[in-house]
């Protein structure tokens, strides 16, 4: 059973700091997403992370991918009140035949 | 637009009640998913299809039915409801192989009383 957990949970910050969300995953996986929600939204795709090494950046956010350890990253750089949202890690295997597993979601507060 | 419409957006029913919340896709997508989300719990699968014809339990598949009407439609039924089915839906849909493929639709949110 693929299991998928996200730390922390709950994360009040400060404008301007910088701070990391972890995300691991206990199965070997093929593809590694991070997705933002806010509150009464759908869920909208940040980054797609495919391979072991794999870096994307959008903005304040930073995504990495480490294969080896099932471990992902998402990180907040000089962090703003716009970003306060819930993030999600997920992860599929085999293909996405059997859809996204999800973490349970970090809820993130960034106060001015 | 393209992308996956789900119907209705809300919804209050009485326990016992039943209901179908429709789901439809217009991006030719394979694989359709129905997932459910409560407070602190993330998103969690109830069924899915991997292509037409076919469809498997997810996670947490009690008290549901689905049916995967055509390529396009994915329906979630549930027959009795219960005040545990109180939460919010969401449908996806995916290109499978396609990398980051997945579509999600707006949610319905679910209410038993």
């Known amino acids: 059973e693929l299991k998928v957990e996200q730390n922390p949970l709950f994360l009040s910050m400060q404008e301007g700091k910088n701070y990391t969300i972890y995300c691991n995953y206990s199965t070997t996986s093929d593809r590694l997403y991070w997705y933002r929600q806010d509150p009464g939204k759908s869920l909208e795709s940040l980054f797609v992370?495919?391979?072991?090494?794999a870096v994307k950046q959008e903005g304040r956010l930073m995504a990495s991918l480490d294969t080896k350890a099932r471990l992902s990253t998402l990180h907040i750089t000089a962090a703003v009140h716009d970003l306060s949202a819930t993030y999600f890690c997920?992860?599929?295997?085999?293909?996405?035949?059997?859809?996204?597993?999800f973490g349970k979601g970090t809820h993130l507060i960034i106060q001015p | 637009n393209a992308g996956v419409t789900q119907t209705p957006k809300f919804q209050v029913l009485k326990t016992g009640q039943s209901m179908t919340l429709q789901c439809a896709q217009d991006?030719?997508?394979?694989?359709m998913y129905w997932y459910r989300q409560d407070p602190g719990m993330g998103l969690r699968l109830i069924y899915y299809?991997?292509?037409?014809?076919?469809?498997d339990k997810g996670e947490v598949p009690n008290g549901y039915n689905v049916s995967r009407l055509n390529k396009r439609e994915f329906s979630l039924r549930l027959e009795s409801a219960a005040p545990s089915q109180t939460s919010v839906y969401f449908c996806a849909s995916s290109g499978g192989a396609a990398p980051g493929g997945y579509t999600f639709g707006s949610g319905t949110r679910l209410t038993v009383v």
């Open positions: 997920a992860v599929d295997y085999r293909g996405g035949a059997d859809g996204l597993t």
């Open positions: 299809s991997a292509s037409e014809g076919t469809t």
């Open positions: 991006m030719n997508h394979n694989s």
């Open positions: 992370l495919l391979s072991n090494g």
